[in-house]
């Protein structure tokens, strides 16, 4: 059973940064391909950000490009998402994914999922 769990969220001024982290168990790491989602306030989950399973490749949406960055660390089963110059738009509870592949996370996620943490960017 793999079990991702989230952590980092928190209420930040517009502007400023959080680094979200997803420490993964129950498989080997490596064999992961990992992502971060989000769900806004009333509205459907969406895709944030994608990395291969040695970070070699990443993606991201458009909306965060330049300002968030994802990475991960193989020896420590954790996958971080750096969020910088946030905005209030950026105000969601943030997911972790993972699945069973060699591609990048799709936009429709992947077969495990964290429980979620939240970040909220005051104006």
């Known amino acids: 059973q793999v079990q991702l769990v989230e952590s980092g969220g928190g209420l930040v001024q517009a502007g400023g940064s959080l680094r979200l982290s997803c420490v993964t168990s129950?498989?080997?790491?490596?064999?992961?391909?990992m992502g971060w989602f989000r769900q806004p306030p009333g509205l459907e989950r969406e895709f944030v950000a994608a990395?291969?399973?040695?970070?070699?490749?990443?993606r991201y949406a458009d909306s965060v490009k330049g300002r968030f960055t994802i990475s991960r660390d193989n020896a420590k089963n954790t996958v971080y998402l750096q969020m910088n110059s946030l905005k209030p738009g950026d105000t969601a509870v943030y997911y972790c994914?993972?699945?069973?592949?060699?591609?990048?996370?799709?936009?429709?996620?992947?077969?495990?999922w964290g429980q979620g943490t939240q970040v909220t960017v005051s104006s």
């Open positions: 994914a993972a699945e069973d592949s060699a591609r990048l996370l799709s936009q429709f996620g992947g077969n495990y």
């Open positions: 129950g498989r080997t790491f490596s064999t992961l391909t």
């Open positions: 990395i291969s399973l040695y970070g070699t490749s990443t």
